[in-house]
C-alpha cells in the first residue's frame, strides 16, 4: 500500500526496482487507474502486453525499458497530481499511460540525425520523417496487432480506432524537432483552454507525454544524476560512432564539446523549465514540487559549472559555452532549421 500511493508521485526512485519489479509496478498503474475493469483488460492479456514491450526495448544505455518505466511513472504521477480524472475521459488517460509505455520501443541508441545522415533502413523506410517515432509506434502496434497482447481486444472499433489515433498523435509528439510548434500551439491555447474540446485535449496530451518524457530532472537529484550520465553515454556513443563514419556530428553529442553541467543547465534553462512553467499555468498545483525541483537543480549545476569554469583555463570554461548554446538550441529546435523534419 505504502508503494502504491509512493508510485504516484513525482519523486518515486526508479533504481530501486528490478525490471520484473517495474512490471508489476507497470501492472498496479493500470489497476489504479480502473483500466483493467473500465476496458475488461485481461491481467495475462496485460502481463504478456508488458513482457513484449520488455522485450523489445534494447540493453543500450538511455532508451532503454527503465526509461520507458520512468516516462510512465511521471505520467502517472501527473494524472494523480493534477486530478486528470476529473477532467478527462479514461480513454484519454488510458492513451497517455500506454503511448508513455510505447513511446521508444525499439530505440537503437542513435536519434533521428543519426538515421538520416547515415541513411538507415529506418530513415528510409519513412522518408526521413520522424523515423524514430515512427518506428516506436509502428511497434507498438505490431505488438496490439496479436490477440494474446492485445490489451485494447474487448474494446469496440470505435474505441479501438480512438485509441489507436491518440496514440501515433502521443508517440509522434515526442519528436524533438516538433518541440517549439507544440509548446507555442499550447500557449496559444492556454487562456482559453476547454477540456471539452478535442483539439485542446489532443495538444495537451502532446504536452503531457513530452513533458514526461524529459521529465528526468524534475526528480530528486540522486534519482536524475544516474540517467544524465546513461544519456550522456549514448550521445558521447553516437558522436563516436558519427566520427568513424566520416558524417557530421551532432554538436551536443561530442565528448570533446560538451560536459556534464554544460549539456545540464542549457536543457533545462531553455527546453525543460519553459515546458513545466506552461502546463503550470494550465495546473497550479505543478508550480510546487516538479518547477522548484527543477529550478534547484539548475542552481546547483550552474554552480558546478562555475567552479570548473574557475579551475580549468579560459579556454576550456569558453568551449563549455558553447556547448550549452547548441545543446539547448539543438534539443529544442530553436531555431528555423528547415533542414530538420517538421511534418505530421
Ligand atoms: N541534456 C539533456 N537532454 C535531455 C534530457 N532528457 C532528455 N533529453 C533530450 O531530450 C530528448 C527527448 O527525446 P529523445 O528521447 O529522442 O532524446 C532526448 C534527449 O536528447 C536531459 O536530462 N538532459
Ligand atoms: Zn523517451
Known sequence: ?????????????????????????????????????????????????????????????????????????MMYGLIWLTDLRSRMDSIDLLIMLTSAVCHDLDHTGYNNAYQINARTELALRYNDISPLENHHCAVAFEILEKTESNIFRNLSMDQYKRI????????????????????????????????????HKDVLMMILIKVSDISNEARPMEVAEPWLDCLLQEFYNQSDVEKLEGLPVTPFMDRDKVTK??????????????????????????????????????????????????????????????????????????GPDTSKPDTQ
Open 1 to 73: 500500500e505504502e508503494v502504491r500511493q509512493y508510485l504516484k508521485t513525482p519523486t518515486f526512485d526508479n533504481w530501486q526496482w528490478e525490471d520484473a519489479e517495474i512490471m508489476v509496478l507497470l501492472q498496479v498503474m493500470y489497476t489504479d487507474l480502473d483500466f483493467i475493469a473500465t476496458f475488461n483488460i485481461e491481467s495475462d492479456v496485460l502481463q504478456r502486453f508488458l513482457f513484449e514491450v520488455y522485450r523489445r526495448y534494447n540493453n543500450i544505455p538511455f532508451h532503454n525499458f527503465k526509461h520507458c518505466f520512468c516516462v510512465t511513472q
Open 164 to 199: 489507436r489515433e491518440g496514440i501515433i498523435k502521443c508517440i509522434l509528439a515526442t519528436d524533438m524537432t516538433r518541440h517549439n510548434d507544440i509548446l507555442n500551439k499550447f500557449k496559444s491555447l492556454l487562456p482559453a483552454f476547454d477540456f471539452t474540446n478535442k483539439d
Open 261 to 334: 553541467p554544460s549539456s545540464q543547465t542549457g536543457f533545462i534553462r531553455f527546453v525543460l523549465l519553459p515546458l513545466f512553467i506552461e502546463l503550470a499555468n494550465l495546473f497550479p498545483c505543478l508550480e510546487v514540487i516538479p518547477v522548484n525541483s527543477i529550478q534547484k537543480m539548475e542552481k546547483a549545476l550552474e554552480r558546478e559549472k562555475q567552479n570548473r569554469a574557475q579551475s580549468e583555463n579560459g579556454a576550456k570554461s569558453k568551449e563549455t559555452t558553447v556547448g550549452t548554446q547548441s545543446t539547448a538550441e539543438s534539443h529544442a529546435e530553436a
